[in-house]
């Protein structure tokens, strides 16, 4: 108790570090490692203080989904600051109460089932082309291939526009300074990773505002889905409008660098486990290449892929009210996704990349912690877009292609986003054409 008798909260385990800092610049270095040895030193529930604000890490999937479903009563979601400033005050994530919920709405309403039945052929076209030309060069460089594919589909069919290869290579450039610096401290000044953040989006802006600019189309003639990213498409806007270029940058984060870790993940466990991969392919044989008939064992690797590499390590929230004494209120609490998953007390073997595990769920229930998608009133809208070009991609890369990583078990980079941590070439056949 505090000498007025008030409480005081036992907080959990773990260290502050220095003042301001406090191990901000330890979790630059050790990235993924910093939260599994401080799990491992301190058990579920640590504190720690990160980005300039004092951090609680909570894992588990009880845990965690607590957490989630309490948004807006016990918690609220609550970005870092290096967030916040990069993606802008209008951004869909930022956005709270009933201006999130309307907005939110919309975009799920905009991707709707309907949305990716009719785009279907158009995905499997253009994820058709990419696999081609990978085919018709001697090796690719994997992940970057990977990201200009959903850079192009996330540009054509969610803000019509169209990404030539030349520019399409400094998007992904860009995006990757952007969001290698997503997380760093609240520092905006050369050398500091805010700075090279908000540098990357100005060039990025600059670059839509052209290929708007280059299109000539009226504003008012963009997807809806703009406006639920903030963007004001009367007629009177003009293209080079900031928040529609802020719209745009937040929409094409979202929907090409998560579903590209996505993708990656999966070529990655594929290469790995060879009688995986030609389990997908009797299944597809045995299925039909247009199987729409309810889950497979093609949808079974997608969702381990993504359960045993998730894109998204991790959520963030700011407590309302305390919850008992570990969690205190206005405190920073990190949801640990990555975490719980590889830490899944109902598995004896949860880093194993096992689909199997899907088929033998009971119906319409998990066997493993899936938090890959989050939870709650800020669970992933874009959800349904990522599982069925994700399907897509897997579907057509199983049957039309072959492929070799040019380096015997590459090694990954999981924070921010699974990656390879080296530069990793593939060399690619059509099935049908060319050997390797
Ligand atoms: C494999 C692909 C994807 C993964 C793993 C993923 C993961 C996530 C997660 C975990 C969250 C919740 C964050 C939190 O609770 O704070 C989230 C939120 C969000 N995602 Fe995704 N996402 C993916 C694809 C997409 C796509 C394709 C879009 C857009 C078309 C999208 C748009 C959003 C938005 C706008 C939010 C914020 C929602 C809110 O604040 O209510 N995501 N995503």
Same mark, same amino acid.
């Given at each position: 108790?505090?000498?007025?008798?008030?409480?005081?909260? @036992?907080?959990?385990?773990? @260290? =502050? /570090?220095w003042p301001v800092i406090g191990e901000t610049f330890k979790l630059a270095v050790q990235k993924v490692n910093f939260?599994? #040895?401080?799990?491992?030193? +301190?058990?579920? !529930?640590?504190?720690? %203080?990160?980005?300039?604000?004092?951090? !609680?890490?909570?894992? &588990? $999937?009880?845990?965690?989904?607590? !957490? =989630?479903? /309490?948004? $807006?009563?016990?918690?609220?979601s609550s970005y870092p600051s290096s967030i916040r400033t990069l993606l802008g005050p209008n951004a869909l994530s930022m956005s709270e109460g009933l201006l999130h919920k309307s907005?939110?709405?919309? =975009?799920?309403? +905009?991707?709707?089932?309907?949305?990716?039945?009719? %785009?279907? @052929? &158009?995905f499997v076209d253009l994820i058709d082309d990419h696999m081609l030309r990978w085919s018709s060069e001697p090796s690719v460089d994997i992940y970057l291939e990977i990201r200009a594919l959903f850079t192009e589909m996330a540009a054509k069919f969610l803000v019509d526009i169209d990404i030539l290869l030349e520019t399409n290579r400094r998007i992904k450039e860009l995006y990757q300074q952007f969001t290698d610096n997503i997380f760093s401290l609240p520092v905006n000044l050369p050398g500091f990773g805010l700075y090279k953040g908000l540098r990357a989006k100005k060039e990025l802006k600059k670059i839509f505002a052209a290929i708007i600019e280059e299109k000539g189309g009226k504003v008012s003639e963009f997807p809806s889905l703009l406006q639920a990213y903030g963007a004001d498409l009367d007629d009177y806007?003009?293209?080079d409008d900031e928040r529609l270029l802020d719209a745009i940058v937040e929409l094409m984060w979202n929907a090409s660098e998560t579903v590209s870790? &996505?993708?990656?993940?999966?070529? +990655? %466990?594929?290469?790995?486990?060879?009688?995986?991969?030609?389990?997908?392919?009797?299944?597809? #044989?045995s299925q039909g290449i247009d199987n729409t008939s309810g889950p497979s064992y093609l949808d079974s690797v997608v969702k381990e892929a993504l359960r045993v590499t998730p894109p998204v390590g991790g959520a963030y929230r700011k407590m309302n009210k305390s919850i008992g004494y570990t969690l205190p209120k206005n405190w920073t609490v990190i949801c640990g996704f990555r975490d719980t998953h590889e830490n899944d007390?109902?598995? @004896?073997?949860?880093? #194993?990349?096992?689909?199997?595990?899907? =088929?033998?769920?009971?119906? &319409?229930?998990?066997?493993?912690?899936?938090l890959t998608f989050g939870g709650g009133l800020r669970i992933c809208p874009g959800k349904n877009y990522a599982m069925v070009v994700l399907r897509l991609f897997t579907r057509q890369l199983? $049957?039309?292609?072959?492929?070799?990583?040019?380096?015997?078990?590459?090694?990954?980079?999981?924070?921010?986003?699974?990656?390879?941590?080296?530069?990793?070439?593939?060399?690619?056949?059509?099935k049908f054409g060319k050997a390797c």
């Open positions: 108790r505090d000498t007025d008798g008030t409480v005081l909260p @036992s907080l959990p385990p773990g @260290s =502050l /570090g939260f599994r #040895e401080r799990r491992r030193l +301190y058990g579920r !529930i640590f504190k720690t %203080h990160l980005f300039g604000n004092p951090v !609680i890490r909570v894992t &588990g $999937n009880k845990n965690v989904r607590e !957490i =989630l479903q /309490g948004e $807006n009563k016990t918690v609220k907005r939110k709405v919309q =975009l799920m309403q +905009y991707l709707s089932p309907e949305f990716l039945r009719k %785009h279907r @052929s &158009g806007a003009r293209p870790s &996505g993708a990656f993940a999966i070529i +990655y %466990h594929l290469t790995r486990n060879p009688a995986v991969l030609q389990k997908v392919r009797e299944d597809i #044989e007390v109902t598995l @004896s073997d949860p880093l #194993e990349f096992n689909p199997d595990r899907w =088929l033998q769920a009971p119906e &319409g229930k998990d066997r493993a912690a899936f199983c $049957n039309r292609f072959a492929w070799k990583f040019l380096t015997k078990d590459p090694e990954l980079v999981l924070f921010p986003a699974p990656k390879p941590k080296h530069t990793l070439h593939a060399c690619f056949f059509d």
